[in-house]
């Protein structure tokens, strides 16, 4: 799925989370800080679209892209 160049893939899981990589295109990525994680309000605030409750856990750069950003939210039992 993509949205305004935003790639969601699908959801994959462990025994506690449920996870979702999120690449974003370079005219995106390069607006996001270097030196955190970003908040709910941040990450919306740029485009990202998911349920409430996902977190972001990670940045990944790949080369070519915009960065991955890995998000989870614990799995409802």
């Known amino acids: 799925m993509a949205t305004n160049g935003i790639q969601y893939s699908e ?6 989370y449920e996870y979702r990589h999120v ?3 370079q005219d995106i990525a390069k607006r996001l800080p270097k030196d955190k994680l970003l908040s709910e309000a941040e990450w919306r605030a740029l ?5 409430r409750g996902w977190g972001h856990m990670l940045f990944r750069r790949p080369k070519g892209y915009g960065t991955a ?3 989870a939210v614990p799995m409802q039992q």
Do not use: M
Request: charged share 20%.
């Open 23 to 25: 690449v974003l295109p």
């Open 11 to 16: 959801r994959y899981y462990d025994d506690v």
């Open 47 to 51: 485009g990202v679209q998911q349920s």
């Open 69 to 71: 950003q890995q998000v």
